[in-house]
């Protein structure tokens, strides 16, 4: 009896805790990471004689709190320099005041996402939330996404608003045209090793739509951008390559123009051992040409050529949130050729990368008749510190070409910066 009591005793004692498991299931989950980065630079512009030494802090905290198949994801931004900056007496938001009590967090991601929804391998996503599309787009943006997983295909489909203007569609039978938005498919394929996305997006502006500054464009466009990108990853062989084509017109005061612009990128890399891989790159984006289209691909992409590795010409250092103030490298409507190769090395807690760069413009029209922009070399150290949190240090310097001293009344420097810090992903 009293064995058959112990066995009794140790069964409830068991099923308790399956119950208490079970209960501790069945409530939301909440999950939270942080990505942070702190670091000191100094930095040599291209305009003569222009320096710039500071220090910043970024973090990005994320919460998601979930239950079962659905859950919300929030994502904020704090993004400060070092140091009050006053402005007619007042500070301004982007500098860490000796308070440092500014209403500097951003919202970055704030959504709503489903997996299984109806259906299984139906998810939806809806609020704000990151959507990349080819080279040049690559953004936090307000949508609704709706991703079907089939197995060896996905069907990806998105509505992605670019501009409200007013809420009021139409007042007294006149209809308000100052929207902005666009309809994206997707379609990646999984071939075992290989991943194909054949993509298209189109974009549609009403004339009435403002720029970033306020200001009022003044034209509409409707644009088609058919995209297709490659992923392959084959043992010690990887490749990434994405093109994109855009198509359409531009109707100003009842002009109209054709828009025929493009860009591709292409990386391959090969890892020769746990501790090494090598990769070679190139980018290729159209300029503006003497014809009456439109072919400027930076112009028509809706955001930046936003691929790259480069530190300077591509924003693509660990200092990629403030750049090297050299806008005309990715942004210029001169476009942009660039090819290159990169090296990393890592052993134990300590990686290396060197990359080295040419870069001209693609066309020779605009500003000036030079086109190239130069070569550009890069170095990083970094050291794991501690799990995910790594010092580094890292520097870049562009031997500036004649394009870039065009640009700059004949008289530049070297574009170039140094600095360190730290970062960590938890």
């Known amino acids: 009896m009293k064995k058959f009591l112990v066995v009794l005793m140790m069964l409830t004692f068991v099923a308790g805790a399956f119950a208490q498991d079970a209960a501790k299931t069945t409530g939301p989950e909440f999950k939270y990471s942080v990505w942070a980065n702190a670091f000191a630079i100094t930095e040599d512009m291209s305009a003569k004689d222009t320096t710039k030494d500071y220090s910043q802090i970024r973090v990005r905290p994320m919460f998601s709190m979930g239950n079962e198949n659905v859950s919300v994801v929030t994502r904020l931004e704090i993004d400060q320099y070092y140091g009050a900056k006053y402005t007619g007496g007042t500070s301004d938001v982007g500098y860490a005041d000796p308070d440092t009590d500014q209403k500097a967090v951003e919202v970055k991601w704030a959504y709503i996402n489903v997996k299984d929804m109806l259906i299984p391998g139906l998810s939806m996503t809806a609020g704000l939330a990151p959507y990349v599309y080819s080279v040049g787009f690559n953004q936090d943006m307000p949508l609704f996404n709706l991703v079907y997983d089939a197995g060896m295909v996905k069907v990806d489909l998105a509505y992605i608003k670019f501009y409200e203007g007013s809420i009021i569609e139409e007042n007294a039978g006149v209809e308000k045209v100052d929207d902005a938005q666009a309809y994206a498919v997707k379609l990646p394929i999984n071939l075992g090793d290989i991943t194909v996305t054949p993509s298209v997006l189109k974009y549609n502006g009403t004339k009435n739509t403002d720029d970033a500054a306020g200001a009022d464009l003044g034209y509409s466009e409707s644009l088609t951008m058919p995209a297709l990108g490659i992923k392959a990853a084959m043992g010690a062989l990887s490749i990434d390559a994405d093109f994109v084509y855009i198509m359409g017109e531009l109707d100003q005061a009842g002009a109209t123009a054709d828009v025929a612009a493009y860009a591709g990128y292409v990386n391959a890399g090969f890892k020769a051992s746990d501790a090494f891989k090598v990769s070679v790159f190139g980018l290729y984006a159209t300029g503006a040409d003497d014809s009456s289209d439109y072919t400027s691909f930076a112009d028509f992409c809706t955001d930046e050529i936003e691929v790259g590795p480069m530190f300077i010409i591509n924003d693509g250092g660990y200092i990629n949130q403030v750049g090297v103030g050299a806008d005309e490298f990715d942004t210029h409507s001169a476009g942009l050729i660039l090819f290159g190769l990169a090296a990393e090395f890592k052993m134990d807690k300590l ?61 530049n420097s070297d574009p170039m910066y140094y600095a360190a810090g730290i970062m960590t992903n938890i």
Request: a negative charge.
């Open 351 to 411: 990686t290396a990368l060197a990359q080295v760069a040419y870069a001209t413009t693609q066309s020779d029209t605009g500003d000036t008749k030079e086109t190239v922009i130069g070569t550009e070399i890069d170095l990083r150290l970094s050291y794991e510190v501690a799990p995910k949190t790594s010092l580094w240090a890292e520097g870049a310097y562009l031997s500036a070409g004649k394009y870039v001293e065009e640009i700059n009344g004949g008289d």
